[in-house]
Structure formats: C-alpha cells, structure tokens
C-alpha cells in the first residue's frame, strides 16, 4: 500500500476561525479526515503532521524517508521563506506536492513567490479544502507510474 505524507505548516491549525472568509470555515481535521478517507479509498495510506515550527517540519520530512513513497505539503507562510524546506524536499528525494487552499497568486504580492515550488512534482491551489482531495489524486496518479514518466 502507498504511503504519503501530508505535512501542514504554521496556522494551519487555526483553519476555521482563522480568517475563514479567506481560508474557508473548515478546520483542519475536517480536512486531513476527508483527505485521509480519500486516500483510503484509493488504497493509500495517508498519514499526518501539522506544526508552526519549521525545523519540526523538516524533521517529519527526514523521518517520512523511512516510510512514505510520496508528500504533499502545505507549508503556510514558509511557502515564501524557507530555503531550508525547498532543500529538505531536495534532500529526501520522493515526489512532492505543494497544495494551498487560496490561490496564492491572486493574494498579495509577496505571496505569489513559491521557493519550495522547485523541489516539487507540481502545485494545486486555489481549490480550497478540495484542495487537498486534488492533491492525493495527483499524488495517487504519480506513485502508479513508471519512475521515468514522473
């Protein structure tokens, strides 16, 4: 069985009361529950991890070499700064998605600006909690083809 993990970043946690007429009024469990439903019904396993804390996120993404055969990350605010995300997605090498519930480049300028976006597969924003749904289905249709057509 597939393995993926779904790693959220900072304020993730406080989706549903935090700004919800931008980010919706879904909560984050809400979310990871119909992703991780969904990821079941494809006959994957989806395991998840949110933290505020950037060098936690890199730790989940280290660990996820042992076990996962794929991730898609939301990684919030870090989107626009972190370096040392772009290169732990680098560094452990299994295909990776970017997903966002807002289209970031409909959002303030400063945001339109990925840096992770070059250590992924590819990027879905934009949808909303669909969002991520869309993501493991991209993520399903990526890990049941040869290596060489990724």
Same mark, same amino acid.
């Given at each position: 069985?597939?393995?993926?993990?779904?790693?959220?970043?900072?304020?993730?946690?406080?989706?549903?009361?935090?700004?919800?007429?931008?980010? #919706? !009024?879904? &909560?984050?469990?809400? +979310?990871?529950?119909?992703?991780?439903?969904? %990821?079941?019904? =494809?006959?994957?396993?989806?395991?998840?991890?949110?933290?505020?804390?950037?060098?936690?996120?890199?730790?989940?993404?280290?660990?996820?070499?042992?076990?996962?055969?794929?991730?898609?990350?939301?990684? #919030? !605010?870090? &989107?626009?700064?972190? +370096?040392?995300?772009?290169?732990?997605?680098? %560094?452990?090498? =299994?295909?990776?998605?970017?997903?966002?519930?807002?289209?970031?480049?409909?959002?303030?300028?400063?945001?339109?600006?990925?840096?992770?976006?070059?250590?992924?597969?590819?990027?879905?924003?934009?949808? #909303? !909690?669909?969002?991520?749904?869309?993501?493991?289905?991209?993520?399903?249709?990526?890990?049941?083809?040869?290596?060489?057509?990724?």
């Amino acid at each position: 069985m597939p393995r993926i993990l779904l790693l959220n970043g900072p304020n993730l946690n406080l989706l549903g009361t935090r700004e919800p007429h931008i980010y #919706g !009024a879904e &909560t984050l469990d809400a +979310i990871v529950q119909r992703a991780t439903e969904y %990821a079941q019904s =494809l006959g994957i396993e989806l395991r998840h991890v949110q933290s505020n804390h950037e060098g936690a996120l890199i730790d989940a993404l280290h660990a996820a070499r042992a076990w996962a055969d794929g991730i898609i990350i939301n990684a #919030g !605010a870090y &989107t626009h700064t972190s +370096i040392a995300l772009y290169d732990a997605i680098r %560094a452990v090498g =299994l295909p990776t998605i970017e997903v966002h519930l807002t289209n970031i480049y409909a959002r303030e300028p400063f945001r339109h600006q990925s840096v992770i976006a070059p250590a992924c597969v590819g990027h879905i924003s934009g949808f #909303g !909690a669909h969002s991520y749904l869309l993501a493991v289905q991209a993520m399903a249709y990526l890990l049941q083809k040869p290596a060489e057509q990724v």
